[in-house]
């Protein structure tokens, strides 16, 4: 059986899931474990600013990223780049559970 590994990062451009994420994939999937990854944010993420429609596009992104992290079977391992609502880490928390 195939291990499997979800990682949830901020952004798909973000330096922080590239170098901290999929680096390793080809190692990973050299392993024999099925690497898979989720961003909370797209492209637009540095093109909206921190007006009203950048910070409503940051939260539903937040939002969404929070609902990977507890409803997320079928993995072997979550890897999480942080935690996913910046004022709880209540989604984290209901994963551990």
Do not use: K
Request: charged share 20%.
């Amino acid at each position: 059986m195939t291990s499997r590994i979800l990682f949830l990062t901020d952004g798909r451009q973000n330096p922080a899931g590239r170098f901290r994420c999929e680096q390793f994939f080809p190692r990973f999937e050299t392993a024999g474990i099925e690497c898979h990854i989720r961003s909370a944010y797209g492209t637009l993420y540095n093109r909206l600013g921190d007006g009203p429609v950048g910070s409503a596009y940051r939260a539903l992104g937040r939002v969404r990223r929070a609902m990977w992290t507890v409803l997320s079977p079928g993995y072997d391992l979550v890897f999480l780049q942080r935690t996913a609502l910046v004022f709880t880490p209540l989604a984290e928390r209901l994963r551990a559970t």
